[in-house]
């Protein structure tokens, strides 16, 4: 089934000029970058992109991370989306993930994990709307 998952390049992997290489993946995989925005998040976006975690211990270095630089935000269409993706992402520790993964071979620690990707149809929904609302996707 076609569908649509939310994607983040975070600061590190955006520091470290690893845009393109971590777009071929999603190219070569089969998924089709369907929308896409570079921001600088503030405090308030990232806490609230994360509330789900706002009552983790992690929490305020997760945020701290996220607003440290620039992050690249997509949208990715394709069959199985967002499974393909987290495939292609590997476990969030990057020590845990599987070697060839964007983690294994991009980041350096659990909160450094270079992106991120929606882990469920609802919450892609959510993440989508989120940075894009109504536009800036544009189906093929
Ligand atoms: P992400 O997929 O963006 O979702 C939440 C992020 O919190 C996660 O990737 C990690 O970068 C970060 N994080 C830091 N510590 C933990 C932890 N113990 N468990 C899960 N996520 C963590």
Do not use: W
């Amino acid at each position: 089934m076609a569908e649509r998952t939310l994607s983040i390049i975070k600061p590190d992997a955006v520091a470290k000029n690893k845009i393109g290489e971590i777009y071929r993946r999603f190219e070569d995989a089969g998924l089709q970058i369907v929308g896409a925005r570079m921001m600088h998040l503030s405090r308030e976006q990232a806490e609230q992109f994360y509330a789900v975690h706002s009552e983790r211990g992690f929490f305020n270095e997760l945020v701290s991370f996220m607003i440290s630089g620039p992050v690249m935000v997509q949208v990715l269409e394709g069959e199985n989306a967002i499974t393909k993706n987290r495939d292609l992402m590997g476990a969030t520790n990057p020590a845990e993930a599987e070697a060839g993964t964007i983690r294994a071979d991009f980041a350096e620690s659990i909160d450094a994990n270079a992106v991120h990707g929606s882990d469920a149809a609802e919450t892609a929904a959510n993440e989508i709307e989120f940075f894009f609302g109504d536009d800036g996707v544009c189906p093929r």
